[in-house]
């Protein structure tokens, strides 16, 4: 079993910037592939970023390629998501998902571990 828990969530202008942070407990964080998806309000949950567990195979949304970086301290069991250039399309609540693997999916049912999510506001 893994626990994930998702911070650094806010409300910032358009073209600023946030980390989000998540932190993991539970199991050998580095034997986890880790995905970041975002669920905006009245649609479905969406895939932004994942990264395997050695932290060099990624992969991101073309909607934040360029603009969202994710990253992995294997030590500090955590994974991280850098989000520049902020727009108000990106506002959503963010969650943080674990999958077995070492292939970072795109895709919601490949992941087996999920955080309760953190809101992230962007205002025009």
């Known amino acids: 079993q893994v626990q994930l828990v998702e911070s650094g969530g806010g409300l910032v202008q358009a073209g600023g910037s946030l980390r989000l942070s998540c932190a993991a407990s539970?199991?050998?964080?580095?034997?986890?592939?880790m995905g970041w998806f975002r669920q905006a309000p009245g649609k479905e949950r969406d895939f932004v970023a994942a990264i395997g567990w050695s932290g060099w195979t990624k992969n991101y949304a073309d909607s934040v390629k360029g603009r969202f970086t994710i990253s992995r301290d294997n030590a500090k069991n955590t994974a991280y998501l850098q989000m520049n250039s902020l727009k108000p399309e990106d506002t959503a609540v963010y969650y943080c998902?674990?999958?077995?693997?070492?292939?970072?999916?795109?895709?919601?049912?490949?992941?087996?571990?999920w955080g309760q999510g953190t809101q992230v506001t962007v205002s025009s």
């Open positions: 998902a674990a999958r077995t693997t070492s292939w970072p999916g795109g895709k919601e049912y490949e992941y087996d571990y």
């Open positions: 539970g199991r050998t964080f580095s034997n986890y592939a």
